[in-house]
C-alpha cells in the first residue's frame, strides 16, 4: 500500500540531544513537508523539499536541520538549539513541480511522531 | 509572509445543527485551498479548491471559494458526534509551500 511512513510514534529524549525523525513515503512524490503542531497553533511549517538534495526554510525553521538525498526520505533533526522542542511533528508529501502544478494535488500525511523532551 | 486565518477557533454545537466555518488567506501567487479534517493524528483530506463560486460538496459537507474576497467556508449540515475534529484549510503558494490556519475545534455533543 502506498504511503508516509513516520517513525517512531512516540519519542523522549533528554534535553540538549539531538534526535532526528524518519520519514518515508512510497508515493513517487518530488515535495515533502514537516510541520509542527501544538495545541492551538495548527500546522506550522518547519522545513520543505520540491526536489531531492534541495529544501527551504519554512516559517519557523530555526533549531531544525533537514537533508534530502533520496527521493523517498526526508529526515528531521531537532537539535539542541530548539528551544522548546516538545511537539507532534507530521510529514507530509505531495506531487512537486515537475510533476503537476499543485492547482491539482493535495498534500498526504504520515501518522506523526510526538516528541517530548525531558 | 503567506498567511492563513481561521475562525472561529472554536465551536461548540448539538447533534443536528448546521456550522460554517471560515478561512481568509493572504498568500503570494495563490494557486488553491484545501479543507482538511484531523480527529487524532493523520489530517485527512476533504476538498480542494481553484476556481470562486463552484461548489464542492461531499453527503452533508460543502465547500466554496472567493478569490476576489481571498476567502473560503465550510459548511457541515446535520452534524452529527463524528463530526467532532479539527478542521484545518490551507492554502497552495509561491514556491510549493503549503501553509495552514490554526484550525477550528468542532465539538459536536448529543
Known amino acids: 500500500d502506498g504511503g508516509i511512513t513516520q517513525s517512531p510514534k512516540y519519542l523522549f529524549r533528554k534535553e540538549g540531544q539531538n534526535v532526528t525523525l524518519s520519514c518515508e513515503q512510497n508515493l513517487n512524490h518530488d515535495a515533502m513537508y514537516w510541520y509542527r503542531q501544538d495545541p492551538g497553533q495548527g500546522l506550522r511549517l518547519i522545513y520543505y523539499s520540491q526536489i531531492v538534495n534541495d529544501f527551504q526554510k519554512g516559517d519557523i525553521a530555526e533549531g531544525y536541520s533537514v537533508s534530502r538525498e533520496k527521493k523517498e526520505s526526508f529526515p528531521l533533526t531537532v537539535t539542541s538549539a530548539q528551544k522548546n522542542p516538545t511537539a507532534f511533528y507530521l510529514c507530509?508529501?505531495?506531487?512537486?513541480?515537475?510533476?503537476?502544478?499543485?492547482?491539482?494535488?493535495?498534500?498526504?500525511f504520515g501518522q506523526g511522531t510526538r516528541l517530548t523532551v525531558v | 509572509e503567506d498567511k492563513v486565518v481561521q475562525s472561529p477557533l472554536s465551536l461548540v454545537v448539538h447533534e443536528g445543527d448546521t456550522v460554517t466555518l471560515n478561512c481568509s488567506y493572504e498568500v503570494t501567487n495563490f494557486r488553491s485551498l484545501l479543507w482538511y479534517k484531523q480527529e487524532k493524528k493523520a489530517p485527512t483530506f476533504l476538498f480542494m479548491l481553484t476556481s470562486s463560486g463552484i461548489e464542492k460538496k461531499s453527503g452533508r459537507l460543502s465547500s466554496i471559494l472567493d478569490k476576489k474576497e481571498l476567502f473560503s467556508i465550510l459548511n457541515i449540515t446535520a452534524t452529527q458526534t463524528g463530526d467532532s475534529a479539527v478542521y484545518l484549510c490551507a492554502v497552495w503558494g509561491s514556491n510549493y509551500k503549503l501553509t495552514f490556519g490554526k484550525g477550528t475545534l468542532l465539538t459536536v455533543n448529543p
Open positions: 507530509a508529501s505531495a506531487r512537486g513541480p515537475l510533476q503537476g502544478a499543485p492547482t491539482n494535488t493535495e498534500a498526504f
